[in-house]
């Protein structure tokens, strides 16, 4: 009997133990199905197309709170999911957390910035947010919008349902957001969190970035690479930690690639940036939103009166890739030339009145004229130094100038999204606003040309820069002032967004009075549906209408066509950069229209047209890019982007016109573990008018035939890249590309623009590492070698000069790096 009995239990821990076994293989075997990827979800016994249903459905509606929850997709069977029961299970999803997984970070990224639009500072940007989260219940309507592809009809729809529900609990939640669209949502749950974290717990993020690859102050086709040196490298480091939602420091130094070490300047450290933050506080009717100690940036509605940044954006509407972050917050980005230092404040007045104010003072780099007590303009350099070695009569431009800026926007809003606001700020300087083009910026040789040049038809913005000779009662040293002010309107109707801002500075101190004062206009529609969208734009600046913080939609910065593009005309090169390193928007009038159309699952149709006139000179111009993409399945993805601009066509006399074809074609395949291959080819074709100086010979003044100029410029380029992650936490990005004439690129989280007559070939190999679970480094390197380039001497050979037949050879090679290290805990 004892044996019987013994014998028995024997039997009931086999099986006991097989059990757990079998359990544990089970589990082991399990999807997270909440935060599985198609990948993953690919490995469950499903066909192609369930698979695809199941992992949109999860992405479309939010986590799963129960299995049975799949019978809501319409290709699964009952059959279907009784088999997922055992290989499924439930976690929360991990995007509510505020330890985002870095490399998930980098992901998102690395798609984002492939997106016309983006730019360096954007992609800063979007790397803090992904690290630092909101909660999306105390989010205000200008945290909201200032996500990209978040409109403010969604904006307004998540508003509401806070308002009706209390609280938004989960993303499940969010999603059931009347009016939110499912673009708006797939966006917005990127950023946002639930629940505030537990108090007292801290939060630490660290970033560094060192590369000697230029940049360029624009994602923009046109933009010049804004430098001459490549030694010292580039170098930014940023450290920000917070205690809880109320309160935030962070420090920040910047050293711009081939600029010197500077370390003191009479005492201050200007590389060097601070902030302290207070947030989120009731002070009795007042909701204290952020206070800002230190460095901090500024931006009032459509950027027509304010926004605190040196970077640009063309096209930049407010909506989907080109977002603007509206209100007061610390600034530990790049900025030099317009960063703010002092203090900023937001808050609200029984919800209804909301106030922004600030005040700073700062050095600015300027372009002094010869007496030094008066400056022609405001400059931003890349890198900001003094090139004695250029000229002899012209004087230091870092921090010529001291400025004092105070300002702020209030306004009413009668509804989430509906509101009207005033703006206004004032700049006082230390030197008097002498504006002197002639005497200063252009060589004495060559004044002949300003305003007199068929090829610099946008000399009339240089004449029409802003002059003041001012005191102030507020700051004894002030010499001079500038004085901008604005209305704006916003509305949603359902799901239809109105938008209007309108500025003007102040010329004649006639506050009251605005017949004589250069204006500014920026107004836009936006309609909204599930797989549609629509946005018609205008805007109208006047010639005169020089506001340095001025950023709002164009297409093109200031003194574009100028004789500041032509660097040889001018005292002191480094003066290119009053065009090189604008940011200020181009006098234009014209209309905007963009729409984007889900036409099917696998049909995706991008449409932009502009048509606008150029102010200072009349030029009429029209650009249209359409971009079409298709994906038969999740795997595969075929995009065709497809560009048409000109410039003169509707004036068979212009002297500068041009018209620009260019074409696109992208195919990606996307793998299993985030693996994927792309290539790209693209074709373009730029036809010039003809003009006389390109086809006359330089050495008898004949009209003949020369080898000097071009009709055209034709341009052509292939490539290809690999991604590839050996582990979780492990990849490498290669990439190889040859391309001869003008071509632009965003390859992987840099925007470059090249051009080689003869030829050349690029590649790159990108390294991303995760260490542990809070350091995460990339490390790129990149290689460029051109064909050779034969520059040629005109005219009978002589003992100094070169036959028509012989010529000078050289060639173009360039290696360049760039590092990041990113803590996050």
Same mark, same amino acid.
């Given at each position: 009997?004892?044996?019987?009995?013994?014998?028995?239990?024997?039997?009931?821990?086999?099986?006991?133990?097989?059990?757990?076994?079998?359990?544990?293989?089970?589990?082991?075997?399990?999807?997270?199905?909440?935060?599985?990827?198609?990948?993953?979800?690919?490995?469950?016994?499903?066909?192609?197309?369930?698979?695809?249903?199941?992992?949109?459905?999860?992405?479309?509606?939010?986590?799963?709170?129960?299995?049975?929850?799949?019978?809501?997709?319409?290709?699964?069977?009952?059959?279907?999911?009784? +088999?997922?029961?055992?290989?499924?299970?439930? *976690?929360?999803?991990?995007?509510?957390?505020?330890?985002?997984?870095?490399?998930?970070?980098?992901?998102?990224?690395?798609?984002?910035?492939?997106?016309?639009?983006?730019?360096?500072?954007?992609?800063?940007?979007?790397?803090?947010?992904?690290?630092?989260?909101?909660?999306?219940?105390?989010?205000?309507?200008?945290?909201?919008?200032?996500?990209?592809?978040?409109?403010?009809?969604?904006?307004?729809?998540?508003?509401?349902?806070?308002?009706?529900?209390?609280?938004?609990?989960?993303?499940?939640?969010?999603?059931?957001?009347?009016?939110?669209?499912?673009?708006?949502?797939?966006?917005?749950?990127?950023?946002?969190?639930?629940?505030?974290?537990?108090?007292?717990?801290?939060?630490?993020?660290?970033?560094?970035?060192?590369?000697?690859?230029?940049?360029?102050?624009?994602?923009?086709?046109?933009?010049?690479?804004?430098?001459?040196?490549?030694?010292?490298?580039?170098? @930014?480091?940023?450290?920000?930690?917070?205690?809880?939602?109320?309160? *935030?420091?962070?420090?920040?130094?910047?050293?711009?690639?081939?600029?010197?070490?500077?370390?003191?300047?009479?005492?201050? @450290?200007?590389?060097?940036?601070?902030?302290?933050?207070?947030?989120?506080?009731?002070?009795?009717?007042?909701?204290?939103?952020?206070?800002?100690?230190?460095?901090?940036?500024?931006?009032?509605?459509?950027?027509?009166?304010?926004?605190?940044?040196?970077?640009?954006?063309?096209?930049?509407?407010?909506?989907?890739?080109? *977002?603007?972050?509206?209100?007061?917050?610390?600034?530990?980005?790049?900025?030099?030339?317009?960063?703010?230092?002092?203090?900023?404040?937001?808050?609200?007045?029984?919800?209804?009145?909301?106030?922004?104010?600030?005040?700073?003072?700062?050095?600015?780099?300027?372009?002094?004229?010869?007496?030094?007590?008066?400056?022609?303009?405001?400059?931003?350099?890349?890198?900001?130094?003094?090139?004695?070695?250029?000229?002899?009569?012209?004087?230091?431009?870092?921090?010529?100038?001291?400025?004092?800026?105070?300002?702020?926007?209030?306004?009413?809003?009668? =509804?989430?999204?509906?509101?009207?606001?005033?703006?206004?700020? %004032?700049?006082?300087?230390?030197?008097?606003?002498?504006?002197?083009?002639?005497?200063?910026? @252009?060589?004495?040789?060559?004044?002949?040309?300003?305003?007199?040049?068929?090829?610099?038809?946008?000399?009339?913005?240089?004449?029409?820069?802003?002059?003041?000779?001012?005191? =102030?009662?507020?700051?004894?040293?002030?010499?001079?002032?500038?004085?901008?002010?604005?209305?704006?309107?916003?509305?949603?109707?359902?799901?239809?967004?109105?938008?209007?801002?309108?500025?003007?500075?102040?010329?004649?101190? %006639?506050?009251?009075? +605005?017949?004589?004062?250069?204006?500014?206009? +920026?107004?836009?529609?936006?309609?909204?549906?599930?797989?549609?969208?629509?946005?018609?734009?205008?805007?109208?600046?006047?010639?005169?209408?020089?506001?340095?913080?001025?950023?709002?939609?164009?297409?093109?910065?200031?003194?574009?066509?100028?004789?500041?593009?032509?660097?040889?005309?001018?005292?002191?090169?480094?003066?290119?950069?009053?065009?090189?390193?604008?940011?200020?928007?181009?006098?234009?009038?014209?209309?905007?229209?963009?729409?984007?159309?889900?036409?099917?699952?696998?049909?995706?149709?991008?449409?932009?047209?502009?048509?606008?006139?150029?102010?200072?000179?009349?030029?009429?111009?029209?650009?249209?890019?359409?971009?079409? %993409?298709?994906?038969?399945?999740?795997?595969?993805?075929?995009?065709?982007?497809?560009?048409?601009?000109?410039?003169?066509?509707?004036?068979?006399?212009?002297?500068?016109?041009?018209?620009?074809?260019?074409? @696109?074609?992208?195919?990606?395949?996307?793998?299993?573990?985030?693996?994927?291959?792309?290539?790209?080819?693209?074709?373009?074709?730029?036809?010039?008018?003809?003009?006389?100086?390109?086809?006359?010979?330089?050495?008898?003044?004949?009209?003949?035939?020369?080898?000097?100029?071009?009709?055209?410029?034709?341009?052509?380029?292939?490539?290809?890249?690999?991604?590839?992650?050996?582990?979780?936490?492990? *990849?490498?990005?290669?990439?190889?590309?040859?391309?001869?004439?003008?071509?632009?690129?965003?390859?992987?989280?840099?925007?470059?623009?090249?051009? =080689?007559?003869?030829?050349?070939?690029?590649?790159?190999?990108?390294?991303?590492?995760?260490?542990?679970?809070?350091?995460?480094?990339?490390?790129?390197?990149?290689?460029?070698?051109?064909?050779?380039?034969?520059?040629?001497?005109?005219?009978?050979?002589?003992?100094?000069?070169?036959?028509?037949?012989?010529?000078?050879?050289?060639?173009?090679?360039?290696?360049?790096?760039?590092?990041?290290?990113?803590?996050?805990?």
């Amino acid at each position: 009997m004892i044996r019987k009995t013994t014998a028995i239990f024997k039997g009931i821990r086999v099986i006991a133990l097989l059990s757990v076994f079998m359990l544990t293989n089970a589990l082991a075997g399990q999807v997270d199905i909440n935060n599985a990827s198609l990948a993953d979800i690919q490995d469950l016994p499903l066909t192609v197309s369930q698979a695809q249903a199941v992992y949109e459905y999860v992405q479309y509606h939010g986590p799963l709170e129960s299995i049975y929850e799949l019978v809501n997709v319409p290709e699964l069977q009952h059959s279907d999911i009784e +088999v997922l029961k055992t290989r499924l299970t439930l *976690k929360p999803d991990e995007n509510a957390s505020t330890n985002t997984r870095l490399e998930d970070q980098y992901r998102k990224v690395e798609d984002w910035t492939s997106t016309e639009g983006a730019s360096e500072g954007l992609m800063e940007l979007w790397l803090e947010r992904l690290a630092e989260p909101i909660d999306v219940n105390t989010a205000t309507y200008d945290d909201l919008v200032s996500f990209q592809n978040v409109s403010p009809i969604d904006a307004v729809a998540v508003l509401k349902l806070r308002e009706e529900s209390g609280s938004i609990g989960s993303a499940r939640w969010l999603r059931n957001a009347i009016g939110l669209s499912y673009y708006g949502y797939r966006n917005l749950r990127e950023f946002v969190t639930y629940s505030e974290p537990e108090g007292g717990q801290w939060h630490v993020w660290y970033n560094m970035v060192m590369k000697t690859i230029p940049s360029t102050n624009s994602a923009e086709e046109e933009s010049a690479q804004l430098i001459v040196r490549k030694s010292p490298p580039d170098i @930014i480091h940023k450290l920000s930690f917070s205690n809880s939602r109320h309160w *935030k420091a962070g420090l920040s130094y910047n050293r711009q690639l081939g600029e010197a070490n500077r370390y003191f300047n009479d005492g201050n @450290i200007p590389e060097v940036k601070m902030a302290f933050t207070v947030s989120d506080y009731n002070l009795g009717p007042l909701h204290l939103d952020r206070l800002v100690l230190g460095n901090f940036s500024a931006t009032f509605g459509q950027g027509l009166v304010m926004q605190s940044t040196d970077f640009r954006s063309p096209r930049y509407s407010g909506y989907g890739w080109n *977002k603007r972050v509206n209100g007061i917050y610390s600034d530990l980005s790049r900025t030099q030339e317009y960063a703010l230092r002092g203090v900023g404040i937001q808050g609200s007045i029984l919800n209804h009145i909301k106030l922004m104010a600030f005040a700073s003072k700062n050095d600015r780099d300027a372009i002094l004229n010869a007496d030094g007590d008066s400056f022609t303009a405001l400059i931003t350099m890349y890198p900001r130094d003094d090139f004695g070695y250029f000229v002899q009569d012209t004087l230091d431009m870092l921090n010529a100038v001291n400025e004092v800026t105070y300002g702020g926007n209030i306004r009413y809003e009668f =509804s989430p999204g509906t509101f009207v606001g005033f703006s206004s700020y %004032e700049s006082l300087y230390d030197k008097e606003l002498r504006p002197d083009p002639l005497l200063t910026l @252009i060589l004495p040789a060559n004044t002949g040309l300003f305003l007199n040049s068929s090829g610099n038809g946008a000399d009339t913005e240089l004449a029409a820069m802003h002059a003041s000779s001012a005191a =102030s009662s507020l700051w004894d040293a002030a010499r001079s002032n500038r004085r901008v002010q604005g209305l704006e309107f916003s509305t949603t109707i359902s799901n239809l967004a109105l938008q209007l801002e309108w500025g003007v500075l102040d010329e004649d101190s %006639e506050i009251l009075s +605005v017949k004589n004062d250069p204006q500014a206009l +920026v107004a836009n529609a936006f309609l909204q549906f599930d797989n549609f969208n629509f946005m018609v734009l205008y805007r109208d600046y006047d010639l005169g209408f020089d506001n340095p913080y001025q950023r709002s939609f164009s297409n093109y910065q200031r003194y574009k066509s100028s004789i500041l593009e032509d660097y040889y005309y001018l005292k002191n090169p480094y003066f290119a950069f009053l065009y090189n390193g604008a940011a200020q928007p181009q006098a234009e009038r014209g209309v905007y229209v963009s729409s984007r159309y889900q036409m099917h699952r696998a049909w995706l149709l991008t449409t932009n047209f502009d048509t606008w006139t150029r102010v200072a000179d009349a030029s009429r111009y029209f650009r249209t890019v359409t971009t079409l %993409e298709y994906r038969p399945t999740f795997n595969y993805r075929f995009r065709l982007r497809q560009k048409w601009q000109a410039r003169g066509r509707f004036n068979i006399f212009a002297p500068t016109g041009y018209e620009n074809r260019e074409t @696109i074609l992208t195919a990606r395949m996307r793998l299993s573990g985030f693996d994927q291959l792309e290539v790209t080819y693209a074709n373009s074709y730029t036809q010039f008018d003809p003009r006389r100086r390109l086809t006359i010979d330089l050495a008898t003044g004949a009209n003949n035939n020369s080898a000097v100029g071009q009709a055209s410029s034709p341009g052509d380029a292939l490539g290809f890249t690999v991604t590839h992650n050996f582990t979780e936490s492990f *990849k490498l990005i290669g990439h190889v590309t040859y391309y001869k004439g003008f071509f632009w690129s965003f390859e992987d989280t840099d925007f470059q623009v090249f051009d =080689s007559p003869n030829g050349a070939i690029r590649w790159y190999v990108t390294a991303f590492s995760r260490l542990g679970n809070h350091w995460a480094v990339r490390a790129k390197l990149t290689w460029d070698e051109g064909a050779a380039i034969s520059n040629y001497a005109f005219g009978a050979p002589t003992a100094t000069t070169r036959s028509p037949q012989s010529g000078l050879n050289y060639f173009s090679e360039a290696t360049d790096f760039r590092i990041q290290l990113d803590y996050a805990f």
